[in-house]
């Protein structure tokens, strides 16, 4: 073998070695200006999936430690303080996190959907609230069988659909329950929004008044429209 073969069979092996190198380390991730529109939205769609991806370990590891009691154990504090504790969560972010993630572990269909970008965050959290208020009827087959059709209609319908199609799946798994459940439905929602209503008020440094509050569908409705009345008599003043 002469020298230029020698030479040749050296690139060779060095250019090998590059491309290798450059297939182990992932590609630097462009500033979101240099993207191109086209991209820019196809950058979106994976991140989202990256975070949801991202979002579904999470949860599976706060379900596991919950299981276990590892907070309680280790850091003498249940799962929630933990959270609030660690300055990530407010209280009432941590309570909600940790039952998702529960949910979750108990309904392994809408967590392998997460894990595998199938459904995002908030379409899993609407499922699995959705299947705990299915009639206590429903055997395990037809649960499951309304989860697969939730999930599989995650491509078409958003959070707000979700919910909806939760009552009408069971008309469709169940036909003869459907009618008595929907009233139960309405009646244990209904309980629901009461036991969770709340409303308060303060006054910010300036004096002008912070509200902040859930109230039940009925007494929603009746507060909005005097707020509009209100806000319609100001406006007049205004105009005056």
Known sequence: MNTAEETAELQLLIDGCIAAELAATPPAELAPWQFSEAELLAELERARRV????????????????????????????????????????????????QLANRLAATPIIADALATGRVSTEQATVIVNGLGRLPEELDSDQRQQITHQLVGYAGEFGPSGLARLVNRAVEVVAPEIAEDADRRAVERLDAQQRRDRYLTWRQDLDGAWIINGKLPTLVGEQLTTLLRALAGKHRQQVLL
């Open 51 to 98: 975070r949801d991806r991202h979002n579904a370990r999470w949860l599976a590891l706060l379900a596991e430690a919950e299981k276990r009691e590892a907070c309680l154990r280790r850091e003498s504090v249940p799962t929630t303080n933990w959270l609030v504790n660690h300055n990530s969560h407010s209280a009432r972010a941590a309570r909600n996190e940790v």
